[in-house]
């Protein structure tokens, strides 16, 4: 009882002041009706035997009542039975005595001549301090066209997960094709590297394998994350130097490719780029920063990032000649790398103290 609101019952002045502006008790009942009737939701005014007291226009309208067959009739009886409902009785009877009010409960029910509806109900029960009458004030909200758009855009949104579902998978099954085509590719090239006379020949063919091999290395890796759109680097680079280490170091003279990367990811599109640049720049040291056998030859490759912006650095420890690196007037292997670094927006510096270090910075 303590938390039920309360209303205190007029004292006589204040009847006295109400008769200037309402007459009678037969004009505050209509001035009480007409207020109902204001309410554009439907709104029933219950005694405490659930009795309708007043009900709005909009309920008749909603529900096609009849206002003779509704006001003094037990709430449970209107429409030969209507509104009995299961859920309503809960509210009514149980949840309201005991927390006086009640919000958004809803009612999902079929109500004869108007069809199925969902309606949100909202209720108060109010305790008179000058008696131990009640009222309970009940509104409806429609809220059957809102819950069928909602179903609406769940089974939409159900069927573009679905969708999206089996275009990854189909996405998956591609990069999985693509890689195994990508590596039935590098194989020949290596295959036709062996079996030429020409030095020159054997050269071009291997370079063409390990830059085939660093795209596959991206399809390889696309479809083992099952992530399509980015690559984790580290794992990416490291895989990619492991492969060129196995195909393109001798054994009489070992050189030890090491890389050391941050948790940064990339776009797969650069870094399909981001490979052929390292393949480029590491097989340009294999090749030249060690003429003569080193037993602590190594090349290493850093990556470095922070947001969208990172740098990428290959450096060894080799002779540092000017001829070890891309120049403005190389071959393929630099015309390959301007181009890919011009392509992932960044740039290229380079330094032969010692050994060779070629950096390329990109900045968001």
Not at 39 to 57: F, K, N, Q, Y
Not at 153 to 158: F, H, M, S
Not at 177 to 195: E, G, P, Y
Not at 277 to 283: G, S
Request: glycine share 6%; charged share 25%; hydrophobic share 45%.
């Amino acid at each position: 009882m303590s938390g039920w609101p309360r209303f205190r019952a007029p004292e006589l002045d204040d009847l006295s002041a109400m008769s200037t502006t309402i007459p009678g008790i037969e004009d505050a009942q209509t001035l009480a009706q007409a207020i109902v009737d204001t309410i554009h939701e439907p709104l029933l005014v219950l005694d405490g035997d659930l009795t309708v007291l007043a009900a709005s226009r909009a309920f008749y309208e909603i529900f096609k009542v009849d206002p003779d067959r509704t006001m003094g009739r037990l709430l449970y009886d209107l429409g030969d039975g209507q509104w009995n409902i299961p859920a309503l009785r809960l509210l009514l009877e149980t949840i309201i005595p005991e927390k006086t009010a009640m919000d958004g409960f809803e009612v999902d029910h079929d109500f004869p001549g108007v069809g199925r509806r969902s309606m949100l109900l909202n209720a108060r029960k109010v305790i008179y301090e000058t008696g131990p009458n009640s009222t309970i004030l009940l509104a409806f909200t429609d809220v059957t066209a809102r819950r069928a758009v909602e179903r609406e855009l769940a089974d939409l949104l159900e069927h573009t997960e679905e969708l999206l579902r089996q275009k990854q998978i189909l996405l998956q099954e591609m990069q999985h094709r693509v890689a195994n085509s990508l590596q039935i590719i590098a194989s020949i090239l290596l295959i036709k590297a062996r079996a030429v006379t020409s030095e020159e020949t054997r050269l071009h063919l291997k370079d063409a394998h390990q830059r085939v091999l660093s795209v596959a290395e991206v399809q390889s890796h696309l479809h083992a994350s099952g992530d399509l759109d980015q690559i984790e680097v580290g794992p990416y680079l490291t895989k990619l130097c492991d492969s060129l280490a196995a195909s393109m170091v001798g054994e009489t003279q070992p050189i030890a490719i090491r890389v050391e990367a941050d948790h940064g990811f990339i776009g797969s599109d650069k870094a399909v780029s981001m490979g052929l640049m390292v393949t480029e720049l590491v097989i340009n040291a294999i090749k030249y920063a060690f003429p003569a056998d080193r037993a602590d030859a190594l090349i290493l490759v850093t990556y470095e990032s922070e947001g969208d912006s990172w740098v990428l650095v290959v450096c060894d420890n080799g002779v540092g000649a000017v001829d070890t690196v891309p120049s403005a007037h190389g071959g393929l292997g630099t015309a390959i790398v301007e181009a890919l670094v011009k392509q992932l927006d960044a740039r290229l510096t380079l330094t032969t103290s010692p050994g060779m270090t070629v950096s390329v910075t990109h900045r968001a």
